[in-house]
Structure formats: structure tokens, C-alpha cells
């Protein structure tokens, strides 16, 4: 016993990604709940313990819980490999959960890995990855993707206390990983989503290389109960994000990583949501490579002015880590979010590589000396 692992504070990896919200920054994985961490004087990330407060001690929690900046409320929900195979929760800013929703309307087991909100609405992809443990005693990854099966929206109300009002529209061809935003239009009567749908989803289990993550404009009639989606670049986009201050609401802009050979990011793309992609069937509006054997990760939007309830929407910087190949050396790098080059205003060299892949925040000095 080294001491370096102490099982009473939990024996999960929480390295998918991170929250802040309720006064507690944490570290996720879905496959288990989340974790509260502080920095340490030193930098050094320090593990308190397993957030129980979140779920029973065997249950977990998505790793993309979505906070809304306006009211304080954290958004979020679990998959299960049993019936009900969704539970969608909701914690309060005080940080205290609230009742579960258990939806049971969700027919089969499926990786559930993201969702977004509305101020009014809930939304979460039921894709053809589906999970199947009877899968394991013969072998084979309980994770499988189904061709048969038609993927689907599932809408329910924001702060609904059971499934009653929620619908699910069929969406052929749309298999989503991870959302960007939502938000309502047209009076509440649409729902527009930006999200990824990967293309090839049958690869995704074994050749991950020829699927390709397209990012998407869904909207989705409230009414009607239809969805239309198009396109809004033809690169290969994952890790979309926002000004966290717009999550729920009508955004313009969006950053997003170009994924070039899985986990590697070989640059950065900002895409305005305002213009039509009819004609060209792109928004990019600025982009930037990293060089030659140059990889990042997930764009991180910081507004230069987070209280300014006036700032404009991209007034702010793209922040990032750089791994280079080729000389072994890593960099965190700051980016001019409203410059159409995204051009880089600083650059701090790192005295260790941080690995590819994984999701970050970013948190204020302020934020952390109050945790
Ligand atoms: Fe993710």
C-alpha cells in the first residue's frame, strides 16, 4: 500500500472530462459517477472523493452534464444496460439533485454519450451503436452497431417530473456523438440542434478511421414532430464548443477540432451558424492548422470579458494544447477568437505532453479559489 490510490474516495478513471457548477469542479467518465477535484498549491490535481450525492453507489452519470450560466442549474442524465434504459435528472444551483425522471419509453440499451438543452426542452440522440451484454458470454464487446435500426430524437420538456410529455421522432442516418448546442426558435415552435452525425457508423466499432464525423444543423418541428438537418461544413469536426455563457440559447459562432487520423486534431475551425450552407455547404469563417506532425485537442472558447453582459458573443480566445511530433514538445497556445486567421497571440511552453483525446475547461483563478 503506497497510499498513491485510496479506495475510499472511489475506484473509477473520471478522464473523459470535466464540470464546474455548484461550487464543486469535477471529473467525469459515464462509466461511473463523478468525481470532485481542487488544484493543489502546486498545480497538481488533488481527488476528494466520489460525488454520491449524484447517484446510488453502483450507478453513474453522463461526463457531459450541460450548466446553464443564467440560472446556475446542471443538466444530466444516466444510460443504463437495463431498464429504464435513460434517467434524466437535474441539479439545482446549490448543487442538490432533484427527483429522477425515468424513461422508460427508451426501448433498447444504446450509448447515450451526450445531449443537449433547450430553455424549454431536453433533446437525446438514440443512435444504432447499441449495447447488448448477453454479447460478452459469447465473447464479443457488448457495444455493436446496428444497421436495422432506425436512429431517434427523444424530446422531452426541461423540467418535466415524469416522461409523460416526451416524444421521439425517427431521424434515418443520423447517429450522433457529440452535441455542440440548442436552442429554440420561431416562438418555441423549433428546435434548432448542431451536433455531429458520423457517417459510416458501421466502422465505428472496429475501424474507427473510415467514419467520418460530420457536423450538422438539425431542426427539429416542434408541432409536426419532424426533423430536417443539413451540413454546416465538409471537414472531418468533433470537439464542438461554444461561449459557455450561450449554452441553451441561439449561438453565431461555434469552434470546433479538425479531426485528422483518430485522437489527432490537426487544427481549428470557427463556424458562423448565421450563414446559409445552400450554396457552399460550409459556415467556416476562419480556421488554423497547427503544422506539420502539430496535434491538439478540444478547442476551449475563454470570453476576454466572462461579466460583460454586452461582450460580443466571440469576443474572447481559442485555447488549446499542441503536441509536436516531431521535436517532442508541447504547448498550450492562446488564439484571437475574432481574428480570421485565429491567430495566435501566446504560447506557453508545457514541461509535459497532456495525451490526446480528451475533453477540458476552462476555469478563472477567481472560480478555483473558491472551491
Ligand atoms: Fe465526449
Known amino acids: 500500500m503506497s497510499g498513491e490510490y485510496d479506495v475510499s474516495?472511489?475506484?473509477?478513471?473520471?478522464?473523459?472530462?470535466?464540470?464546474?457548477?455548484?461550487?464543486?469542479?469535477?471529473?467525469?467518465?459515464?462509466?461511473d459517477l463523478p468525481y470532485t477535484i481542487k488544484l493543489g498549491s502546486d498545480g497538481d490535481i488533488i481527488t476528494l472523493r466520489r460525488h454520491e450525492e449524484y447517484g446510488e453507489p453502483l450507478e453513474q452519470m453522463t461526463a457531459h452534464p450541460k450548466v446553464d450560466r443564467e440560472t446556475g442549474e446542471a443538466f444530466a442524465y444516466r444510460h443504463n444496460i437495463q431498464r429504464p434504459y435513460l434517467t434524466y435528472f437535474r441539479i439545482n444551483s446549490d448543487g442538490i439533485k432533484q427527483p429522477e425522471v425515468k424513461i422508460f419509453s427508451k426501448k433498447q440499451a444504446s450509448l447515450v454519450h451526450d445531449f443537449a438543452?433547450?430553455?424549454?426542452?431536453?433533446?437525446?440522440?438514440?443512435?444504432?451503436?447499441?449495447?447488448?451484454?448477453?454479447?460478452?458470454i459469447?465473447?464479443?464487446?457488448?457495444?455493436?452497431?446496428?444497421?436495422?435500426?432506425?436512429?431517434?430524437?427523444?424530446?422531452i420538456p426541461r423540467y418535466a417530473e415524469d416522461e409523460k410529455e416526451m416524444w421521439w421522432v425517427e431521424v434515418p442516418g443520423y447517429n450522433c456523438m457529440h452535441t455542440v448546442n440548442a436552442w429554440e426558435e420561431d416562438g418555441g415552435d423549433?428546435?434548432?440542434?448542431?451536433?455531429?452525425?458520423?457517417?459510416s457508423v458501421e466502422h465505428f466499432m472496429d475501424h474507427?478511421?473510415?467514419?467520418?464525423?460530420?457536423?450538422?444543423?438539425?431542426?427539429?418541428?416542434?408541432?409536426?414532430?419532424?426533423?430536417?438537418r443539413r451540413p454546416i461544413s465538409t471537414r472531418c469536426l468533433d470537439f464542438g464548443v461554444i461561449n459557455p455563457a450561450y449554452v441553451g440559447k441561439k449561438t453565431r459562432y461555434m469552434y470546433a477540432a479538425i479531426l485528422t487520423d483518430e485522437p489527432k486534431f490537426s487544427g481549428v475551425v470557427k463556424l458562423d451558424l448565421s450563414l446559409p450552407t445552400a450554396e457552399s455547404g460550409?459556415?467556416?469563417?476562419?480556421?488554423?492548422?497547427?503544422?506539420?506532425?502539430?496535434?491538439?485537442?478540444?478547442?476551449?472558447?475563454?470570453?476576454r470579458e466572462p461579466d460583460n453582459p454586452t461582450a460580443e458573443e466571440d469576443d474572447g480566445y481559442i485555447v488549446n494544447y499542441v503536441f509536436n511530433e516531431n521535436t517532442q514538445e508541447s504547448k498550450f497556445i492562446v488564439m484571437d477568437a475574432k481574428s480570421p486567421t485565429l491567430e495566435i497571440v501566446a504560447i506557453v511552453k508545457l514541461p509535459q505532453r497532456?495525451?490526446?483525446?480528451?475533453?477540458?475547461m476552462f476555469v478563472r483563478e477567481c472560480d478555483l479559489q473558491k472551491l
Open 9 to 31: 474516495r472511489g475506484t473509477g478513471n473520471a478522464n473523459t472530462s470535466v464540470s464546474h457548477f455548484g461550487g464543486k469542479l469535477f471529473a467525469h467518465s459515464e462509466s
Open 117 to 136: 438543452i433547450t430553455k424549454n426542452y431536453a433533446i437525446f440522440p438514440d443512435s444504432q451503436i447499441v449495447i447488448k451484454p448477453a454479447e460478452i
Open 138 to 155: 459469447k465473447g464479443n464487446q457488448p457495444a455493436l452497431v446496428d444497421p436495422k435500426k432506425v436512429p431517434k430524437l427523444g424530446i
Open 190 to 199: 423549433t428546435i434548432v440542434m448542431v451536433a455531429t452525425n458520423l457517417l
Open 208 to 228: 474507427q478511421e473510415l467514419v467520418h464525423s460530420s457536423m450538422e444543423r438539425l431542426e427539429i418541428n416542434v408541432k409536426a414532430k419532424t426533423v430536417a
Open 282 to 303: 460550409d459556415c467556416t469563417v476562419a480556421s488554423r492548422f497547427y503544422g506539420s506532425g502539430c496535434y491538439g485537442g478540444e478547442p476551449c472558447f475563454v470570453p
Open 354 to 360: 497532456v495525451p490526446y483525446g480528451f475533453h477540458g
